[in-house]
């Protein structure tokens, strides 16, 4: 069988600063315990997964500035294949305040491509893929971007291939006419898109299913330490995680994006590849700063993950 490979494309990467404190106390000096510094952003989290689980992968999007080349350098020294564009402006920092209680984000906006940059972008992608490839199209837009944007990197490819795309606001609306394969919002992403708070599991699937009349394939709708649940034209089903003592959340929407697209890659699979997807979730919580999982980390949890139809969905 022919090697497949699956590109993750950040517009907007980030090197992520995580600050460790036993107490958070805002507008006073806090006392940082421990901090680690990581290379991140949706995509290239993504990447680093499908790294760690042995599946071919390419990271692209856009760099730029000192942050940049930190973050391509780290990712050279992971080995992880990446292949970015680099623009005029500095790479965003994200700092993630973590205290036994809360976990506190501060994400920058990143710098804005232009025009011809984003011409480049998808001369690139389509470099890099091949029929039967997957392209993962992860996080927030950098700064003035239109949020159309995701819609035309789709409706620029040129190779028949699967399409995941995790984002949120404006981006994730406009995206939707592209007919995305899979999408990967949380809770409050969707409710975000459906315009209303979704408060049920009955409503949460009724909104789902909204979204497979559109075109989207797959919906993968992340809870937290809740699980998720996944809507297709195969039903609707939960998974429930085991609790466990999570060090850092940060990336585990990434590692379950990238447990899914790669086990159903190579199996087809959905249901499979659902439960593997929450798997690859919970072990990423238990590691510190933006870390993500292993294939071993993953697969110790595959038989701890309850998955069951939902039946007679209730609001
Ligand atoms: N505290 C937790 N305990 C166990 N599993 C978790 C926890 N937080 C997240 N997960 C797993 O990781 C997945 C993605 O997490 P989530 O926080 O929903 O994503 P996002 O970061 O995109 O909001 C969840 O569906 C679940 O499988
Ligand atoms: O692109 P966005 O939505 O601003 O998010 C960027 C942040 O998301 C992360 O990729 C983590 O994402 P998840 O916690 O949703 O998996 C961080 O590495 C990064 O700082």
């Known amino acids: 069988m022919k090697d497949l490979k699956i590109v993750t494309v950040t517009l907007n990467p980030a090197v992520d600063l995580t600050l460790n404190v036993d107490v958070l106390r805002i507008g006073e000096i806090n006392s940082v315990s421990s901090m680690r510094k990581d290379s991140g952003g949706k995509g290239i989290n993504v990447s680093k997964v499908i790294h760690n689980l042995g599946m071919k992968t390419v990271a692209t999007g856009f760099i730029g500035g000192s942050t940049g080349e930190w973050l391509q350098a780290d990712l050279k020294h992971k080995e992880i294949p990446a292949d970015f564009i680099k623009i005029a402006g500095e790479t965003r920092t994200n700092v993630k305040i973590i205290s036994p209680e809360s976990e506190t984000q501060c994400n920058g906006t990143g710098p804005h491509p232009h025009e011809e940059d984003l011409v480049r972008l998808c001369n690139k992608i389509d470099q890099l893929l091949e029929d039967g490839d997957a392209l993962i199209l992860a996080g927030s837009v950098p700064g003035e971007t239109d949020p159309i944007v995701y819609r035309k990197i789709i409706q620029s490819l040129r190779k028949n291939v699967f399409i995941a795309l995790d984002t949120s606001g404006e981006a994730l609306k406009e995206s939707i006419a592209g007919k995305p394969d899979l999408i990967k919002p949380n809770e409050e992403e969707l409710s975000q898109l459906a315009g209303i708070e979704l408060r049920t599991e009955g409503e ?70 659902f439960v593997f997807a929450n798997a690859c979730g919970v072990a990423t919580v238990l590691k510190e700063g933006s870390q993500v999982c292993n294939r071993t980390e993953a697969e110790q949890f595959v038989n701890q993950i309850v998955c069951m139809p939902i039946n007679g969905v209730s609001v």
Do not use: C, W
């Not at 919906?219 to 937290?224: E, Y």
């Not at 466990?244 to 249901?271: N, Q």
């Open 204 to 273: 949460i699937v009724r909104t789902a299913q909204e979204l497979l009349a559109q075109g989207v394939k797959h919906i993968l709708v992340s809870l937290g330490e809740r699980g998720s649940l996944y809507v297709s034209k195969q039903g609707a089903f939960r998974a429930v995680t085991p609790k466990v003592e999570a060090r850092s959340t940060v990336g585990a929407g990434d590692a379950t994006l990238a447990g899914f697209v790669t086990k159903y890659l190579s199996t087809g699979d959905a249901l499979a590849s």
